[in-house]
């Protein structure tokens, strides 16, 4: 197999053990909040993990508001090393990067040609000081369009893995289970195969509504085998989980995104500006037991339990395809004598 091709991006993203983009046919499926729920729950499978959130909805940047980072604090500040994401959490073991932090008025509407969001893109993949990361999460915009171009293009490079990261960037993709949403994403399929993007799988978000007080689950789209249908029998893609509507979940994203639980940016620049360069350049010895509100309190929830299934499984299938690629990239012993 030929040796990786070495660009900015491809050195920036050395330090990220695994990259996964989160795809969607159509808006408005809940594709950004199963991004968060993707993080959250990928941080709490190891208290050690580092996560990152990448925002590239350019025109529509809605993870910040989410991880309750829509305030003036939260904007991207310069190291010597790059720009450095905005932490939700103490520990530092959550950041997000969004065009949204680049904003003088958090209204502001961006109204961008496919050429400035392709340069954007390639800031925020080649400039951004993550350090190690153990997952990045990419949250891409509805459909197919200029932005997914531009990211796998210059992700590029990593799709050629090597004996030592024996891995490439890998997708998953978020549907309702409502034929034309399920048909959409289909086209998502079809174009992460052929650009040779693995599909670990699919999520069926807002699979019922669960009663607060029952606990009943009603099918407000109707309890049909479409997904399974259109998915595992028609196209082999496996269905990572079904996740219902949950009233405490929607108030929990309600509050953050009102500032009624959020992190105190202000202290964490200051903790910046105050030294701990040396942290900030190596990655390594960041607090692991820091005060997570965010994620404490989306542990109480009924998605949380749900999302942690889908996320073992989605972990599991990214570990068993980093063995295959090991055997197949391992030096033949057969002709051994």
């Not at 390639?122 to 350090?131: A, D, K, N």
Request: proline share 6%; hydrophobic share 35%; glycine share 8%.
């Amino acid at each position: 197999m030929e040796d990786p091709v070495e660009t900015p991006v491809s050195r920036r993203l050395s330090s990220v053990k695994n990259i996964i983009i989160v795809l969607s046919g159509k808006g408005g499926v809940g594709k950004s909040s199963s991004s968060v729920q993707l993080a959250l729950s990928l941080l709490s499978q190891n208290p050690s993990n580092r996560v990152g959130l990448l925002d590239l909805d350019i025109t529509g940047p809605s993870l910040p508001r989410m991880v309750g980072l829509d305030i003036p604090e939260a904007t991207v500040h310069q190291s010597s090393a790059g720009w450095v994401p905005v932490y939700v959490d103490n520990g530092k073991r959550l950041g997000v990067m969004s065009i949204g932090f680049l904003l003088k008025d958090r209204g502001d509407s961006v109204v961008w040609r496919g050429p400035k969001k392709d340069g954007m893109i390639r800031q925020f993949l080649s400039e951004v000081r993550w350090g190690e990361l153990d997952y990045l999460v990419i949250d891409t915009p509805p459909g197919t369009s200029d932005e997914h171009i531009s990211l796998l293009t210059h992700l590029h490079p990593l799709f050629t893995p090597t004996l030592s990261k024996p891995t490439t960037p890998s997708s998953i993709l978020i549907s309702t289970p409502q034929t034309t949403a399920l048909n959409d994403t289909i086209k998502s399929l079809s174009f992460t195969r052929k650009l040779q993007l693995p599909v670990m799988g699919l999520v069926e978000n807002m699979s019922g509504y669960v009663c607060p007080c029952c606990n009943e689950i009603s099918y407000t789209f109707g309890n049909n085998t479409n997904t399974e249908k259109i998915f595992k029998e028609q196209n082999g893609v496996d269905i990572l989980g079904k996740v219902p509507i949950d009233t405490v979940l929607v108030g929990l994203l309600d509050s953050v995104s009102k500032g009624e639980l959020n992190v105190d940016v202000q202290q964490q620049h200051q903790q910046q500006q105050n030294g701990n360069n040396e942290q900030e350049e190596n990655g390594d010895n960041f607090q692991q037991q820091s005060h997570f509100p965010l994620l404490d309190e989306y542990n109480k929830t009924a998605s949380s339990v749900i999302w942690r299934s889908i996320t073992e499984k989605l972990v599991e299938k990214i570990e068993s395809r980093k063995q295959q690629i090991k055997e197949k990239l391992a030096p033949s012993t057969t002709n051994k004598t």
